[in-house]
């Protein structure tokens, strides 16, 4: 595709409700990441993947965070048990080698 | 400690006048420097990298080690730069290439 895919644009769920979120990379490009941006602050590292390999996920902020690249393409991040201080925009970034990150969309995700 | 810190939440301008967004940064090696905009309604894009040395849309940034500062300029504003602008690092060696953001300065251009 053109850019860093990501679906859905919006998601509400009820807390305690689980979620998943996909993230479709631009083609080819071997590195992944995924980072949490609280409404007012900057975006913030949750996790990062190189193909299938998950190399960093320092970032999580509990385990009821999730993710995975099981083809070294798409990937999900999955949140358990959703509280309401999850509420934020999830952004997807993918890159090749040296090269800058490209970002999608982000999906905002409303827990209530 | 790894920070990017980006002391104006919002600046206005008119249009014409110079502008200069701050940012300063704490890392202990050497950092990769860039300024990330939004603008409305788009994704987060690129607006320059440190090592590239470019001028995008009339807009320049100098990584000054002594100060650890990477101020974004642009000697005339014009309206459509009105955006949210964003600097973030990345380490270079022994590190992933995450990148590690300020919280963002809404640019705003008043005719």
């Known amino acids: 595709g053109a850019g860093v895919s990501q679906s859905p644009r919006y998601k509400v769920a009820k807390r305690g409700q689980d979620v998943a979120l996909r993230c479709d990379p631009i083609s080819g490009h071997v590195s992944l990441f995924w980072y949490q941006q609280a409404l007012g602050q900057g975006p913030e590292f949750l996790t990062y993947?190189?193909?299938?390999?998950?190399?960093?996920k320092s970032g999580l902020p509990s385990d009821r965070f999730f993710a995975e690249r099981p083809e070294g393409s798409v990937s999900t991040l999955k949140i358990q048990r959703t509280q309401q201080e999850d509420s934020a925009v999830y952004l997807c970034a993918s890159s090749q080698g040296a090269q800058p990150q490209h970002f999608g969309d982000g999906t905002r995700l409303s827990i209530l | 400690a790894q920070r990017v810190t980006q002391p104006e939440k919002l600046l206005s301008v008119f249009k014409g006048a110079p502008v200069e967004l701050k940012c300063n940064y704490s890392y202990s090696g050497s950092p990769e420097l860039f300024w990330y905009v939004q603008y409305s309604r788009q994704r987060l894009q690129l607006l320059l990298r440190h090592i590239s040395r470019e001028s995008i849309k009339g807009f320049t940034a100098d990584l000054n080690k002594g100060e650890t500062s990477f101020h974004l300029k642009k000697p005339f504003a014009q309206e459509e730069d009105s955006a949210m602008y964003y600097c973030?690092?990345?380490?270079?060696?022994?590190?992933?290439?995450?990148?590690?953001f300020g919280q963002g300065t809404t640019l705003q251009v008043k005719p």
């Open positions: 973030a690092l990345s380490g270079r060696s022994g590190n992933t290439g995450k990148l590690i």
């Open positions: 993947f190189q193909n299938e390999a998950q190399l960093d």
